[in-house]
């Protein structure tokens, strides 16, 4: 199995601040990588999928990069709405796994 | 629009059984995959099962794997998650999904509690 490791656990971020997420595999999943947010008590919401392609109607500001082991997301500029959780998904050897999460709070 | 509203959660005992289900409406179901998908109290997201169009491929994680059964009923439009001898580590919000090797559409969710 494919261990999907996201770094920080916390980030604590001021709106208007730039935001960096990190998710490793354990191994290489070529760009087979999407990028979910989730808020308390609702279902995640699909933001990139292919590693860096936006999924229908997310906003520039979310932007993913890397490919094989090492990824990343970017809020360019924290809104209010963006404070949640964060998670990856490798789908290189699908159903595909799951990063622990990073939550994007409030500085 | 897309709906996938999922009910049959609540609290069990260990070694009890549950059945979920998941009533999908807004598109032709038989179309697509389906997929259930859990998460455990503070912890991540972890694919449970999934049944291709007409249910002859299925997965089920190593987790469940003998004790759970996904199934569904294209003329209804559900999906259905059987769950037997469940473990308190099944504890979780389980979520009816959509769409592979990415998930666009989700239910809102319905939590299972196994405690004594």
């Known amino acids: 199995e494919i261990v999907m490791t996201q770094s920080p656990a916390t980030l604590s971020v001021s709106p208007g601040e730039r935001a960096t997420l990190s998710c490793r595999a354990s191994?290489?999943?070529?760009?087979?990588l999407a990028w979910y947010q989730q808020k308390p008590g609702q279902a995640p919401r699909l933001l990139i999928y292919?590693?860096?392609t936006r999924a229908t109607g997310i906003p520039a500001r979310f932007s993913g990069s890397g490919s094989g082991t090492e990824f990343t997301l970017t809020i360019s500029s924290l809104q209010s709405e963006d404070f949640a959780l964060y998670h990856c998904?490798?789908?290189?050897?699908?159903?595909?796994?799951f990063g622990q999460g990073t939550k994007v709070e409030m500085k | 629009q897309v709906q996938l509203v999922e009910s049959g959660g609540g609290l069990v005992k260990p070694g009890g059984s549950l059945r979920l289900s998941c009533a999908a409406s807004?598109?032709?179901?038989?179309?697509?995959?389906m997929s259930w998908i859990r998460q455990a109290p503070g912890k991540g997201l972890e694919w449970v099962s999934y049944?291709?169009?007409?249910?002859?491929?299925?997965f089920y994680a190593d987790s469940v794997k003998g004790r759970f059964t996904i199934s569904r009923d294209n003329a209804k439009n559900s999906l259905f998650l059987q769950m037997n001898s469940l473990r308190a580590e099944d504890t979780a919000v389980y979520y009816c999904?959509?769409?592979?090797?990415?998930?666009?559409?989700w239910g809102q969710g319905t939590l299972v509690t196994v405690s004594s």
């Open positions: 999904a959509r769409d592979r090797p990415t998930v666009s559409y």
């Open positions: 807004g598109f032709t179901f038989s179309d697509y995959y």
């Open positions: 049944i291709s169009t007409g249910g002859a491929t299925i």
């Open positions: 191994q290489s999943v070529s760009s087979n």
């Open positions: 292919a590693a860096s």
């Open positions: 998904q490798q789908y290189n050897n699908w159903p595909g796994t």
